[in-house]
């Protein structure tokens, strides 16, 4: 049982277990995994997918190329209860974001800020004499700049600064403290044609269809004692696709579909620096077993109204992670509210895994768009929709 002020020696132990529900520390070896969290409720409501989407404010995460495609100004505020089986009522991930579109220079800037409390613990000496209390936490500052190239193709960049305070005094006599600061940067690409006509086939796919890839937290290791115990920062390889199903005036239908792969490797132990783990990370066996598959399906009514579903695997040698999202929003006028629920029922795991029944909520305003799909003119008047 995880206790709320365990001993210090077993601070950076529960810590890391408590992040290894978001990504397997033992089979993937990464440090600051708070940086995979999923941070908006759309998004996790659709298996965690975006790359190809990346159509509102949340592309500063999944893919900062799609903010090329944006408009307007948006601030999103999002609040999650982390791993909710724990029943620590300070153990929360919280993620606010904005973005504003500036035709002086050509694209579109973003800003993100992300936090994640692990709570209060108390700190103990070699005797088992208490010694105080201190907080746990984990947060990272994002800037993205995303421009479109031509009418149909997006690149993106970012730069992230995190820092992670887990104890800020050492364990036992190691030198150094459980505090560390690294810098990380990402890269997109978003594929968004507005005529695509099928091979063989007179069938125009064009603005239903847009395909993303990004590479996020791309930097060097991070060290909490010394350089010898530095680990990799997760940096994640994702690549996916959407396509709308259905596309009419009142109705639109999206399926999406994102793979992700950790490029991380470690030589004897130490973490490979990042230029080389991009291509050893690729030299393992069963390499497939190290990609995650997030997919999910996004139903708008109007505009207005979102009802949403999804599906994540990860393979049991990696985490195994898997579980059923669920999801809705709602639009009205600038404002939007969204929600998303994870469901492990479908999991084969005797325990119950720490993130079910989590819950994402969104508080979303848009100057100048909507989020969701762009408006084409079928959104329903503010008056109308009111009566």
Known sequence: MIRKKPHIYGVLTVVLLLLSQVQDISAQTSAVPFLLISPNSRNSAMGE????????????????????????????????????????????FEYASYKMDLPSIGGTLGAALTYLSLGKFERRDEGNNRLGEFESYELAFSTSYGARVDEDLGLGIGLRIIHSSLSQVGTAREQGSGTATAVAGDVGILYRPSKLTLPFSNTDIGNRFAVGASITNIGPSISYIDEAQADPLPTALRVGFKYDIVKEKYNILTFTTDITKLLISRTDRKADPFYKAVY???????????????TGFEYWYSQLVALRFGFFHEDPSMGNRRFLTFGAGVRYDIYGFDF????????????????????????????????GPADDGTRIPVDDAAN
């Not at 050893?280 to 997030?294: H, I, N, R």
């Not at 508080?363 to 100048?368: A, F, H």
């Open 49 to 92: 997918s975006g790359v190809a989407i990346a159509d509102d404010v949340s592309a500063i995460f999944w893919n900062p190329a799609g903010l090329g495609f944006q408009q307007g100004m948006e601030l999103s505020l999002n609040h999650s209860n982390w791993l909710p089986q724990f029943q620590q009522s300070d153990l929360y």
């Open 280 to 294: 050893k990370s690729w030299d393992v066996e069963d390499v497939l077993k190290t990609f995650t598959l997030g």
């Open 340 to 371: 998303s629920y994870i469901s492990t029922a479908i999991s084969d795991d005797d325990v119950i895994s720490p993130l079910s029944e989590t819950l994402r909520f969104t508080l979303s305003v848009n100057w100048g768009r909507g989020s």
